[in-house]
């Protein structure tokens, strides 16, 4: 880079030089300094990124002795054999250059040199894969830019047999660019070099010489085109656009992205299609219809993309974020034995990160990163023609939910852009329903915590009222412990609260299971009287009975009871001072009817849309809502049905309809 830096700063001399002489003089010095430049180049063309450089020292000795002796060479013949001054025949024409014998050589020695560095760094290139070649891009392009101008001014000076001036600013134009995509390469990747192995065959097959061949065949009439229509002042202006341009153009035919947008592109609307995406859609869409937890949702997703793919190993792997790895949820392939579960731990973080920048499927073996290395031997190859092994990201916005590898694809064929792109639809869905199961899930652990919640509420309400009327029990008995219809007081009392605690805990775990039955053949009238006579008198409330008669039914004698003094007691509970209840019997249809109506506070119709029959909802200040859920569960049980009439300050009807027994 130094030589070529003095080269452009004697042609720069030369541009400001105003005699003919001096410009000679100037050029002659450049040609010398030229002279220095393909010897290095060459070996730097023969050993950069190269991994067995040796050999091909030892193949080019003969071509590089001879560079090495050119600048020896030029030194002896002098000046006078590189240019000369030839003065025109015209009185008012100005003297001109031309080359002299070894001036015309060294430009042709120039011209091959240039051709084959750019022989040697494209076999180089060509040979690199992956990220080997996404490293050496900016410094091929660079090289590329620099030595295509090269042999641009080469050839130009060998067709005229003089130098000409106004294409000095190119090679300076060249350098320029080239010297921004070097910088671009070093802040990229580094001065690290990765060892390729091209092939011992450099020239063989190199389109570096296919298109410097097309172009010298043609270099003459772009020349005099040039010289006749375009003009010298504005030339170098258009050379450097056209020298970006062709910068630009091959980074953007080197870009992976840009080749695989456009390979996508093509695949997508030029090409017919590999899978029915409908029919795989429609099948993912079914089989995930009936997920209900993340095992079912990984058995399903593996086996559908094994079939679709003929990918004989395929994994879903979730981060787990309680234990912070990432686990195996399911796969098609069966468990190795050596799978390094330290590594699952130590890198499960990485692992997470990575995959949360990761926005496509990616060919995992083409990742040389310590995450991609563990997640390798998480899934290990078992046929060694399988492929490459494959990974799909299960991104939700910036959350990494896990991943799914692909491995040991059927004779290892190549993911095509179309696979891909099905690939990620797939991943997306998975991704959706696996968010779905999971938001699902913490829905029912808050509707849990929140149940808990205002069920302890209730009952530690409860209990601090019976431990209230027991201490101020406590505190009378030693003061009237002698008075016998005290103690008989305290016993009634004490009995009492142990069987309101019973009642209370009995009601609190019906909520946990459906009602057990023992049916047997009953009369509902005389359930109802047993259940009336149980409750006793209620102070200041009437309560009327009408049983009609009725024919049997199958019932369990304690549930059906247990309903009928739920329904009376939250009549009761309803009601002022005053009050009435109605007790009815009837037979209606072949079903018989068990109706309880009171004249009480009513309930809203909103509060009969969303909050009756749900337990922990109550109109009362004391009720837990228990009972009329308890209650609806068992007349549903006996094949029953409830139904609900009320109106706020109107009162509230409870009618219950039950199945006769069969052949009545």
């Known amino acids: 880079m130094t030589t070529l830096g003095i080269d452009s700063l004697f042609t720069g001399l030369s541009l400001r030089a105003s005699q003919t002489d001096a410009v000679a003089f100037w050029l002659t010095r450049g040609f010398i300094v030229k002279a220095f430049i393909p010897f290095g180049w060459l070996c730097f063309s023969l050993t950069y990124s190269r991994g067995d450089y040796r050999q091909f020292l030892a193949r080019w000795r003969i071509p590089l002795a001879a560079f090495a002796v050119l600048p020896v060479v030029v030194w002896f013949v002098g000046p006078t054999g590189l240019l000369r001054v030839v003065p025109l025949e015209a009185p008012e024409g100005a003297p001109a250059l031309q080359f002299g014998l070894m001036g015309k050589a060294l430009s042709g020695a120039l011209l091959i040199a240039s051709v084959l560095i750019l022989t040697n760094l494209e076999q180089t290139f060509r040979a690199a894969v992956g990220t080997t070649r996404w490293r050496m891009k900016f410094v091929f392009v660079a090289l590329a830019v620099i030595f295509g101008a090269r042999i641009y001014v080469h050839s130009q000076a060998i067709l005229f047999s003089a130098p000409d001036l106004a294409l000095a600013g190119i090679e300076s ?230 991943a799914l ?87 009634r009392g004490v009995g009492n609260t142990a069987r309101r605690i019973d009642d209370l805990i009995a009601r609190l775990s019906t909520l946990r299971r459906q009602p057990q039955l023992t049916l047997e053949e009953a009369d509902l009238n005389q359930l109802v009287s047993e259940a009336l006579d149980r409750i006793g008198m209620m102070p200041n409330i009437e309560v009327t009975r009408t049983l009609c008669p009725l024919p049997c039914m199958l019932a369990d004698r304690e549930q059906i009871q247990s309903v009928v003094t739920n329904l009376v007691l939250n009549a009761r509970d309803a009601l002022d001072a005053g009050g009435t209840i109605q007790v009815r019997t009837a037979c209606r249809l072949g079903r018989i009817e068990l109706s309880v109506v009171d004249d009480g506070c009513g309930m809203s119709p909103a509060f009969l849309k969303e909050s009756l029959f749900r337990p922990f909802q109550s109109t009362k200040a004391k009720g837990l809502g228990i009972g009329l859920f308890q209650s609806r569960a068992i007349v549903h049980a006996h094949g029953g049905s409830v139904q609900v009439e009320s109106e706020s300050g109107e009162g509230t009807t409870f009618q219950v309809s039950f199945p006769a027994k069969v052949g009545q």
């Open 173 to 402: 134009a060249s350098l320029l660019i080239g010297c921004v995509f070097l910088a671009m390469a070093y802040l990229r990747a580094g001065w690290a070099e990765i060892d390729v192995y091209p092939s011992l065959a450099v020239l063989r097959s190199s389109m570096t010489a296919l298109i410097v061949g097309g172009y010298l065949f043609i270099v003459g009439v772009l020349a005099q085109a040039v010289t006749r229509f375009g003009g010298a002042e504005l030339f170098q202006f258009q050379a450097v656009v056209v020298l970006l341009g062709m910068a630009g153009l091959a980074l953007l035919l080197l870009s992976d992205r840009v080749r695989q947008r456009v390979q996508r592109f093509t695949a997508r609307h030029f090409r017919r299609a590999q899978h029915d995406s409908v029919r795989i859609w429609t099948l993912l869409s079914q089989r995930l219809a009936n997920v209900r937890d993340e095992t079912g949702l990984g058995e399903i997703s593996v086996r559908l993309i094994s079939e679709t793919f003929d990918a004989l190993s395929v994994t879903l792997w979730l981060h787990d974020a309680d234990q912070g790895q990432i686990k195996p949820s399911a796969s098609t392939a069966p468990p190795r034995g050596d799978g390094d579960h330290v590594a699952l731990e130590i890198t499960s973080p990485s692992i997470e990160t990575a995959l949360r920048a990761k926005s496509s499927p990616f060919d995992l073996d083409e990742v040389n990163e310590p995450w991609a290395n563990a997640l390798r031997r998480m899934n290990p190859s078992t046929f060694p023609n399988g492929g490459h092994r494959w990974c799909v990201s299960l991104r939700a916005a910036e959350q990494s939910l896990g």
């Open 405 to 491: 590898v692909l491995a040991d694809r059927v004779n290892g064929v190549e993911y095509t852009q179309e696979e891909i792109a099905l690939l990620q639809c797939i991943g997306d869905q998975v991704t959706s329903v696996l968010l779905n199961l999971r938001l699902a899930n913490e829905v029912v652990r808050s509707r849990e915590l929140e149940a808990f919640r205002t069920m302890s509420a209730f009952f530690v309400h409860d209990l601090k009222n019976v431990t209230a009327s027991l201490n101020l029990m406590l505190k009378n008995l030693p003061v009237h412990f002698d008075d016998p219809a005290f103690r008989a007081d305290a016993l």
